[in-house]
């Protein structure tokens, strides 16, 4: 596997420690990210330097990509200098959060230049990455999954949702919609709890022991609201992306979302509060704030 090339495109909080793991498989690895210290950590680890996006897909016949926002998506894959106007690369695998139209419209028009797009959304978080625990959700022609699985199987599991473009997106977002649902519920009955003289931690053991366990009351609240660190590694800012682009999708659906839609409102007022970067799991702090009690600390798990 080690004479296949391979790019790395946006190397922040998921792309850096999933292009980590690439490098330590042995992978011939182009990066390129607009953040020079990030490109410097993976070079450190043996990987090539490029100068931009069609330098990387010039170099490498399979480009991965991890960016923030559906626009910075198109523009690096479809814009000036972009992965489009590379000469060697066949493959592009998309692991950014960006919706199915971004999806399609990316794998239709990088279809013109004989490239055939894979989106692949992950779920898992930064220690996910880390970890290689990701969930990837990837959807593309089935020839083309059975060439990329080799390598994403380095990530964590790789699901396959189907051949045509954006089904991965759509999996991603209701998956997102649900998690993050489970977060602002789980921390609305976190602070009624205490409110009412329950501790915070019998609240969890109770959570996790009975039919109220999810994602949030597993982990986001233990490691990043108990310790008040707030630290979990996704922003507010990205979580609103998500989920904007979930509502908006079922909307041009047809699809009502009355549940998903109050998420969005409680996710634009912790914006609103604490701003865009803002770790997520300050969603709490609305809910303390209007309540009149904080959440004691606990030590981390
Ligand atoms: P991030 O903001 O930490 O990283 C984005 C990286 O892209 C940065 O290093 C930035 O410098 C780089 N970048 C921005 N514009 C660029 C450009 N034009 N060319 C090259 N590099 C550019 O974001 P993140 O948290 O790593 O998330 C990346 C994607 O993964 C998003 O779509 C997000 O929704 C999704 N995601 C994030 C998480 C999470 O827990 N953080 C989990 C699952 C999915």
Do not use: H
């Not at 690895?29 to 100068?51: C, I, M, P, S, Y």
């Amino acid at each position: 596997m080690s004479q296949l090339s391979i790019g790395f495109i946006g190397l922040g909080t998921m792309g850096e420690p999933m292009a980590t793991r690439l490098a330590q498989a042995g992978l011939n690895l182009t990066v390129f990210d607009l953040n020079e210290a990030t490109v410097d950590r993976l070079v450190a680890l043996g990987a090539k330097r490029a100068d931009s996006p069609a330098s990387v897909a010039s170099q490498a016949e399979i480009v991965f990509a991890s960016l923030p926002t559906p626009d910075v998506v198109q523009k690096v894959a479809l814009g000036d200098q972009g992965v489009s106007s590379g000469s060697k690369v066949r493959i592009f695998v998309d692991l950014s959060t960006t919706g199915p139209r971004t999806a399609k419209l990316v794998a239709e028009s990088l279809e013109k230049n004989d490239i055939v797009a894979v989106d692949c959304p992950v779920s898992g978080g930064a220690a996910g990455a880390a970890k290689g625990t990701l969930a990837l959700m990837a959807s593309c022609p089935k020839a083309i999954y059975d060439e990329v699985k080799p390598i994403l199987d380095n990530l964590g599991k790789l699901i396959f949702c189907g051949e045509a473009p954006g089904l991965g997106q759509t999996m991603k977002l209701v998956n997102n919609l649900v998690s993050l649902t489970a977060l602002a519920v789980s921390s609305e009955a976190l602070v009624m709890g205490v409110k009412a003289g329950l501790d915070p931690q019998i609240m969890l053991d109770v959570f996790n022991a009975g039919s109220g366990r999810n994602s949030a009351t597993a982990d986001k609240l233990p490691r990043a609201v108990l310790p008040r660190t707030f630290d979990f590694g996704f922003t507010t800012g990205l979580s609103l992306k998500d989920t904007r682009l979930c509502l908006d999708e079922a909307e041009a659906m047809g699809v009502p979302m009355p549940v998903g839609s109050a998420v969005r409102q409680v996710l634009n007022m912790t914006r609103a509060a604490y701003g865009d970067n803002a770790d997520f799991t300050r969603i709490v702090c609305l809910f303390e704030q209007w309540a009149g009690v904080e959440v004691p600390t606990r030590p981390k798990p």
